[in-house]
């Protein structure tokens, strides 16, 4: 992608006592250019694929607008409400929000928001024209509740519960299974659909806790849970899982300072298994390549994803800047995490793409 203009103005006012407007305007010119060559093939489902030439030129101009307000309603209470303007491929789209913060002490505070948010589309589709660049702009309205507490000076417990309603997302009427924005660069081709239309629906949910822990006496720390429901819909399909709805995620990462010299640091990850659509046995034999069970899709779940990294760093200061020599180990215990699973067309069998093995990383950083 070429980057050609951007610009970005932002400024803030003081409205008076207890009142702030923040307000600001960006454009941005930008373009692609495109020339791929497809042969005819055969799709994840086994149906035939017609050949595509894409050789285009894509010219985007966008900008927008954005304006909020906060204001204290009472000792502890503060209101923020705004809203942004947004147009793009000759679409103008109002984009509003609103929020709600109460400090109940110095140490707890409850807050509420909402908004719609509104995405464009990526440019692989916009850029095939026809249909596809008339396609209405996928919007979202995002709703979320937090909780904020301050066990100690140095440790801060945030709660989160959040909940957000997507439409307008493009899907294939031919294939109405598919998640089209989910395929992108995974297990569907995204060349394989010719058909699009908007009208496909989506929710995710969740809830996430975060307990951090500042640098004290050489020690910090975070840990981080979530659980989660992403699912989505076409018009007369059943609801389904999307690819990335592990459900339930955890982070553990810690270090220790004992100086300003050197520092020891270690990421533990988790997260459950998500949803992939399986083989067709039967096809991928035929055909010996991987096509998918149309009949199952996202109907069964990866095995969960865990990983320990760990890093030394010694810091060298000289006058006005620094270096960082560091050492690493990802994947301590060569967890065998598995990407995806797909047909093997030498042993002709299924067989599993895995993920970063055990992997020993050393590097230098220059600090000025």
Request: with cysteine; net charge negative; hydrophobic share 35%.
């Amino acid at each position: 992608r070429f980057m050609e203009d951007n610009e970005l103005i932002a400024e803030s006012w003081l409205a008076g006592e207890g009142v702030s407007v923040v307000f600001g305007a960006e454009a941005d010119l930008s373009s692609d250019s495109f020339d791929n060559w497809f042969a005819p093939d055969t799709g994840y489902t086994g149906e035939p694929m017609p050949g595509l030439d894409l050789e285009t030129d894509l010219e985007e101009r966008q900008w927008g607008a954005y304006a909020e307000a906060s204001v204290g309603l009472f000792p502890g209470l503060t209101a923020t409400a705004g809203s942004r303007v947004d147009r793009s491929r000759d679409d103008l789209m109002a984009s509003p929000r609103g929020s709600l913060r109460y400090r109940l002490s110095d140490r707890t505070a409850f807050s509420a928001s909402g908004g719609l948010f509104r995405q464009d589309l990526p440019s692989d589709l916009v850029a095939r024209g026809g249909i596809f660049a008339d396609l209405d702009s996928p919007s979202a309205v995002h709703g979320v509740i937090g909780f904020s507490h301050l066990i100690q000076d140095e440790t801060r417990l945030t709660v989160e519960i959040y909940d957000k309603e997507y439409s307008d997302l493009p899907f294939d009427p031919t294939r109405p299974g598919f998640a089209i924005l989910d395929g992108l660069g995974s297990e569907q081709d995204l060349y394989s659909f010719d058909t699009l239309t908007t009208g496909g629906d989506a929710r995710s949910l969740g809830v996430e806790v975060l307990v951090e822990k500042k640098l004290v006496s050489g020690l910090y720390g975070i840990l981080a849970g979530s659980w989660s429901s992403a699912r989505y819909r076409n018009p007369g399909e059943p609801w389904r899982d999307r690819i990335y709805d592990n459900r339930f995620t955890f982070t553990a990462e810690g270090g220790y300072k004992p100086g300003r010299s050197w520092e020891f640091s270690a990421r533990w990850v988790y997260a459950g298994g998500r949803p992939y659509t399986p083989l067709d046995l039967e096809a991928s034999a035929l055909h010996n390549r991987t096509i998918l069970d149309e009949s199952r899709i996202n109907g069964e779940r990866l095995p969960a994803f865990h990983s320990l990294n760990i890093r030394a760093d010694r810091r060298f200061t000289f006058d006005g800047s620094n270096l960082v020599a560091y050492a690493s180990i990802w994947n301590a215990y060569a967890r065998r995490n598995i990407a995806t699973i797909y047909w093997n067309e030498v042993e002709r069998c299924p067989d599993e793409i895995l993920q970063w093995g055990l992997m020993p990383v050393i590097g230098l950083e220059y600090e000025f």
